[in-house]
């Protein structure tokens, strides 16, 4: 018993001292612990008053102004939409000149979509890929919408892969199925049969009220037929 008195005695000793040098850690950093609290402090007020008084009004102007882009591309005037009509900005100069806003980085994925309408490739896969986005649905069109620039360039292996990371990055009834098809139409002109195969019975599976589910089985048939040969 005397043993253990003195072990607990000898604990709350050390938590005694280190107490002790936590406090005199403290004293003796005083200084540079408040400056370091008031750079945290002021970097936290900045960008509050950044987001506050900067952005979200510049947000509010991009928008205003990307209301007529939009309505250029919904009649598919890509280039009124791209560059503007003269009294209200293009997706471009809505890029350049609002950037850091969501209009603006929304304006990536228009102008994507309008240069591959227009057939200029390449510009719509180097704007589609600096749009970020973690949207359920629009993220896995820009990654098909890639996809479907590749094509276009003959570059089946890369928009395989964005094919790929656009059925596969959301479960739902219209991308999934969509772009598993496009996938595993790749897929079956590799001579991929099987890897194409296991694309068709997931959409039949999960999906079997979407469009490509419904019409799915003849692919199953197809795609089983050359993996048993």
């Known amino acids: 018993m005397a043993k253990k008195k003195v072990?607990?005695?000898?604990n709350v000793q050390d938590i005694e001292n280190a107490l002790t040098k936590t406090e005199q850690f403290i004293e003796d950093n005083q200084k540079v612990i408040l400056y370091a609290?008031?750079?945290?402090?002021?970097?936290?007020?900045?960008?509050?008053g950044f987001s506050r008084?900067?952005?979200?009004?510049?947000?509010?102007?991009?928008?205003d102004q990307m209301f007529m882009a939009e309505n250029y591309f919904g009649k598919?005037?890509?280039?009124?939409?791209?560059?503007?009509?003269?009294?209200?900005?293009?997706f471009l100069d809505i890029i350049d000149d609002y950037g850091?806003?969501?209009?603006g980085k929304l304006s990536r994925y228009y102008a994507g979509i309008s240069y591959l309408r227009l057939g200029e490739f390449d510009e719509a896969i180097s704007y589609l890929s600096k749009f970020k986005t973690k949207d359920p649905i629009i993220g896995p069109m820009k990654e098909g919408t890639i996809g479907d620039a590749y094509v276009q360039l003959s570059e089946i292996e890369k928009a395989l892969k964005?094919?790929?990371?656009?059925?596969q990055m959301?479960?739902?009834?219209?991308?999934?199925?969509?772009?598993?098809?496009?996938?595993?139409?790749i897929l079956e002109e590799q001579d991929q049969y099987a890897k194409a195969l296991e694309i068709y019975n997931l959409i039949k599976e999960k999906y079997p009220r979407s469009n490509?589910?419904?019409?799915?089985?003849?692919?199953?048939a197809r795609a089983s037929a050359q993996v048993k040969k």
């Not at 490509?212 to 199953?220: R, S």
């Open 212 to 220: 490509e589910g419904m019409n799915v089985d003849k692919f199953i």
């Open 7 to 10: 072990t607990r005695h000898d």
């Open 76 to 90: 598919d005037s890509f280039n009124l939409a791209l560059n503007g009509d003269g009294n209200y900005l293009g």
């Open 162 to 167: 964005h094919y790929q990371k656009a059925y």
């Open 37 to 48: 609290l008031g750079v945290i402090i002021l970097i936290a007020l900045l960008v509050l």
């Open 53 to 63: 008084f900067i952005l979200q009004p510049r947000n509010k102007e991009a928008q």
């Open 170 to 185: 959301s479960s739902n009834e219209f991308s999934t199925p969509y772009y598993g098809m496009k996938a595993a139409a």
């Open 100 to 103: 850091m806003t969501k209009a």
